[in-house]
């Protein structure tokens, strides 16, 4: 046997060793890619399970902003109505004071006109 017959036969157990080696691959490659059990299957799922993610992403995000723009309505009218019932307070003490004041002229303009 010579040198070349055995490159040659050296050559040829590489490949039958490389073709085993696709043939195992190409197996494995099914199975990863099967949709029911594979890793396609696990993608199919995460893909819809990050559409309904989103989707709930997206509902959340618009019922937080009408809540926060019903927040805002809120605390406007909260302030006018605080700004009214200073007003009313003002406008009661000033009145609880007026009368004390005109009624003592009254009294002493009372007290004038039966002397």
């Not at 696709?22 to 799922?45: F, P, Q, V």
């Not at 007003?87 to 007290?111: D, F, H, M, N, T």
Request: proline residues 1%.
């Amino acid at each position: 046997m010579t040198v070349e017959h055995l490159m040659q036969a050296l050559l040829l157990v590489a490949c039958v060793g490389l073709g085993g080696f696709c043939l195992m691959l190409g197996r494995r490659l099914r199975k990863l890619n099967d949709l029911e059990s594979g890793l396609g299957g696990a993608i199919a799922i995460m893909a819809a399970e990050v559409d309904r993610l989103e989707r709930a992403i997206r509902q959340a995000r618009d019922e937080a902003t009408a809540a926060s723009q019903s927040l805002g309505e809120e605390i406007e009218t909260a302030r006018r109505e605080r700004a009214i019932w200073d007003l009313r307070q003002r406008i009661g003490a000033a009145a609880a004071e007026a009368p004390q004041a005109s009624g003592r002229r009254l009294r002493k303009r009372a007290g004038l006109t039966d002397v």
